[in-house]
Nanobody
């Protein structure tokens, strides 16, 4: 059974850091496209970062130089390290998987989702 369970969200002040985790079961995180998405109130969900099976990454321009995506294959867990957080980074963060491909990852192709973890950033 495929499961993605996020954790690590919380409230921080602007400039602070958080590390989100996504514990995965049912498939190896090293094999497929994995990603982090976020949704702020009243806004559409947007892709934040992607990680392919070879370790290649893609990121939204808004998080360049501040966020990093990684995985621990032994723990079968995906991470999102967020530094220099800004109020506009606030929202519900979702872990997602594309269980069809491990390369040529694209934000619109993710079909499996976690329940989300909330991030609040105060100015």
């Amino acid at each position: 059974q495929v499961q993605l369970v996020e954790s690590g969200g919380g409230s921080v002040q602007a400039g602070g850091s958080l590390r989100l985790s996504c514990a995965v079961s049912g498939f190896p995180v090293s094999t497929y496209c994995m990603g982090w998405f976020r949704q702020a109130p009243g806004k559409l969900r947007e892709g934040v970062m992607l990680l392919d099976s070879a370790g290649g990454t893609r990121f939204a321009d808004s998080v360049k130089g501040r966020f990093a995506i990684s995985r621990d294959n032994a723990k079968n867990t995906l991470y999102l390290l967020m530094n220099s957080l800004k109020p506009e980074d606030a929202g519900m963060y979702y872990c997602a998987a594309d269980l069809i491909r491990g390369s040529y990852c694209a934000y619109e192709l993710f079909g499996y989702w976690g329940q989300g973890t909330q991030v609040t950033v105060s100015s």
